[in-house]
């Protein structure tokens, strides 16, 4: 199969964890016998400094003509640092959205046993969980009318959603659930907020279509609290833009590093995949940061496209760097022998491309060979 992929490492240390993350694609590339094409586009701080503007039109025209988009990170410390500034590099992301219509964004969030020492939660609270996010991703307070008075004393930011808006992505999320265990959970406010019980209202209907899936309801605060106390009896989360940001971010403490955390945005004809982390600039340009989530965004692109078997070799290679202790020192700890963020990309490549083989030269991988014989 031939595939153009258009890639946006962005800022920070996404053009690090892009590359590695290319580093799997080639491989499945070579050991399936497909060619992937990549078409480097610009967003983000880098683009403005390139550009003056946060999203080219020309990075547009590159991803509406692709059949997949990785994408790195996005934001620099100075505009953080600067909340008068006009131009930001995150409206290059906004924009991007609304332009290709993502309206679905997906992050799967699974507690991995080699890793559950790593989370501030117990053991016996977060082993097995296994939770889909689907957040909707165009609509609510992100994308409603925002103004700020003259004097600048008040301020407002709209929460508006249509049942087109709501309808789509419930769909998803309970075609997704019929492949899983069947259960979806809605996260909103609907003791409060309009907004919450269209969403219930309209949830409710759409969940008729699916009887074999099993509907269940939340209040938001309710919700983070039971994210802590009992989350592996979440299956898939259904939720609005502002509450699935913060209720995704409140689940990657189970994955015991959210440099493992991948995530899909989904429209009618175009789809982004990118690792949810920042982009962590006070790491960039010094080989620590953790590449797997980008590694794992790769893979989930290789299923949106129907090739679940090179995904699955994606899954298994992150798997086996886990098992192995080939990880990056967000997961190792400050007092123990880490890999380098290149040092990872090249063994998830190499595992790939020998499959079969499970003897892995362990000493040789910390010498920096990451050989498999």
Not at 354 to 369: A, K, L, T, Y
């Amino acid at each position: 199969m031939k595939l153009t992929i258009a890639v946006i490492p962005g800022d920070g240390i996404g053009p690090e964890v892009t590359a590695q993350a290319k580093k799997a694609l080639n491989a499945v590339a070579e050991v399936y016998d497909h060619i992937f094409l990549y078409k480097e586009a610009q967003m983000g701080a880098c683009a403005i400094e390139a550009t003056g503007n946060p999203l080219p039109d020309a990075t547009i025209k590159i991803c509406k003509k692709a059949d997949a988009i990785l994408f790195g990170a996005i934001g620099e410390l100075k505009y953080d640092n600067d909340p008068s500034a006009k131009v930001r590099p995150e409206q290059g992301l906004f924009r991007l959205r609304r332009e290709l219509g993502l309206f679905c964004n997906i992050r799967p969030v699974k507690s991995y046993d080699k890793l559950i020492k790593n989370s501030p939660l117990k053991k016996e609270v977060i082993s097995g969980t296994d939770i889909v996010i689907f957040r909707e991703l165009t609509g609510g307070i992100y994308f409603g009318n925002k103004e700020i008075s003259e004097d600048g004393k008040t301020a407002s930011d709209v929460c508006s959603y249509t049942y087109e808006e709501i309808s789509r992505v419930t769909h998803l999320a309970f075609k997704a659930a019929q492949d899983r265990r069947k259960k979806v959970t809605l996260i909103d406010k609907a003791n409060v907020l309009e907004t919450s019980r269209l969403w219930r209202k309209t949830v409710t209907e759409i969940a008729k279509e699916y009887s074999n899936v099993e509907l269940n309801f939340m209040f938001v605060d309710n919700a983070a609290m039971q994210l802590v106390l009992n989350p592996t009896q979440f299956d898939v989360i259904l939720t609005e833009n502002l509450f699935g940001d913060i209720i995704s971010a409140e689940a990657s403490v189970f994955a015991g590093s959210i440099g493992l955390l991948a995530s899909s945005s989904i429209g009618d004809k175009c789809a982004l995949f990118e690792p949810i982390h920042g982009s962590y600039t006070q790491a960039k340009g010094k080989d620590i940061a953790n590449p797997l989530g980008s590694i794992l965004s790769a893979a989930m692109l290789l299923e949106h496209l129907g090739l679940r078997e090179e995904a699955d070799a994606i899954v298994r290679a992150v798997e086996k760097s886990l098992a192995l202790g080939i990880t990056t020192q967000d997961i190792k700890g400050k007092n123990q022998y880490a890999a380098s963020t290149a040092k990872v990309g090249d063994f998830i490549a190499d595992y790939i491309a020998n499959q079969e083989d499970s003897n892995m030269n362990f000493q040789n991988i910390h010498m920096g060979q990451s050989t498999i014989i």
